[in-house]
């Protein structure tokens, strides 16, 4: 099907793209990768009367190593991160993440920043920022600020952005020496959105695990962090014994949501199914 | 799809029924409610902007109440046009109790959604429509001046 | 409304100017303004593939692009790369192995297996199943596609070339 027709403008800077979304209102809205966007307008599920291309901004851009953090832009497509040196070293969980995502043709053109911006509950970037530590950096109207992963993602498709505001870009704290990760997503097919998937790192020691993060995705309105699990296995051995209190914490701790791929209950199982793959991975 | 909930809303039975009743306490209730009119005690026309993920859907549609039995229960029976977006019809049982509190509103909804909203965004329907009718009771109650405790509580909030 | 604007890009290695209506997608641009018919229109969703060109040497879903996001960039379909001898070897290792029935995948097929072999030369076939499966075929079932992608990693691995299925004038 064709979109309904709209209106295109490319603004060349930050705040020339600001004022125009200022200005349209709830009538644009904004292009980058637009690999979801346009599907979108394709099955006329949106209408919008502007698209506002964002592509040209420059503080969007770019994958930079700030000292001990990562700063990735918004607009850095799926496949920069996939084949980044800078990733690869200091953030290797989204360089394992991203061959999940969708097919090559997609990742060629989607965007970090659209995946965070959405907020899909199935979607791998808001899970692997969760489980990171990421800081968002956002602009609007009234200047920058800083919001962190946790408090970003706050209920389904629902992100701490106003509609006036542009994600800029995240900084992620660079992995430590002895950082060990996990990416597993559970599809039908290669590329189907996920039916459960787990980000995890943690910190290695022989067999102990410190610092662990583990983000479940595809079980919640947003990503979820297993807190009690973690609890469970820091600092502990790894042994038989302790994955199945940590399966045991992370299926009680969080509620799981049906979709059309499978029922609440099939989901609360795999979590454990998940964890325990992941712990196992983590300390070999 | 079927949607079934409770709402405890800090405010007396008699104030919840009203605001139920009263055409601008939903319209400022109903997330992305842009028109809303009585056509009679039991019709109500409204137009809502359904804004979910990329989804933005336009949505005219009828809500005609029967079994109306003042300051306890109604059913209703809805049904709406996204244009291209698709469509939806259902129907729904809303009953008001007593409780510590304030009052205890507990609703039952089987609706279809069809066409394209139906195929695409069918995959988080679900969780979709109860966040819309979350949102709807959070706005709701802060017209009634109180506050909307959802009875099945996310364990997920940490 | 149809407020249209100008762009100009490269088009199969030609300069191309044109005004468009920033709705139409780059390849319904291609197909109806420069009747390059090789990409195919699917499912416009952005899920089966057919849609396949490259823009500024990547592989894209021409359905999940603008005509107008193309103003100012290169563009190859398979028309060009078949001229200028991109898609030689995979084309011939395609009639080979009867990778081909109706015809309606292979260009986005064709488009997708050159840029895996571009980017990944040392794809094992697993890891060339995993990179097609956003191409869908409803003919072949597959396997001659993966075998006849392949029989071209093999080949280029050891410097050969796939030997013409038909002799060329």
Redesign the interface.
Known sequence: ????????VKPKALPEALSLLAEAG?DARL?AG???????????????SV?I?I?DIAELKGITLLGDHLRIGALVTH?EIEDSQLIAQHAPLLKAAA?HI?????R??GTWGGSLA?????AEWPACSLTLGAIMIIHGPSGERRISAQDFFI????TSLEPDEILVATEIPIASSNQVFYFHELAR???D?AVAGLAAVAKKQGDVLTDCAFTFFSI??TP??A?QAQKIVNGQAVNPDLITKAVSAARS???A?????NSAEAKQHLIGVLLERGLKHLVS | MELNGEQLIAASIPDVWKGLNDVDVLARSIPGCEEISRISPEEVHAKVMFKIGPVRARFSGKLLLSDIIPDQSCSMAFEGSGGAAGFAKGKSRVELKPAEGGTLVSYTTEASIGGKLGQIGGRLISASAKKIADDFFQKFAKELGGEAIALESDKSDQ | MSIKKKISLTVNGQAVTAEVEPRTHLVDFLREELHLKGPHLGCEQGACGAFTVKVNGQIIRGCLYLAIQANGSQVDTVEGLTKNGTLTDLQESFMRHNAMQCGFCSSGMLLAAAELIEQRPKATREEVREWISGNYCRCTGYHSIVDAIVDVLVARASGQKIKPVIAHA
């Open positions: 099907m064709k979109a309904a027709a709209f209106d295109y709830e292009i637009g690999q979801t966007l346009l599907a979108t307008l394709n099955m006329r599920l949106s209408e919008p698209l291309d592509t496949t061959p969708a097919h090559r043709a997609i060629n053109l959405y907020g899909d509950p199935a209920d389904l498709y629902t097919r290669h590329g959105y919640g309105a979820v962090m807190i701790e969080i509620e949501i049906a979709d059309i791929t």
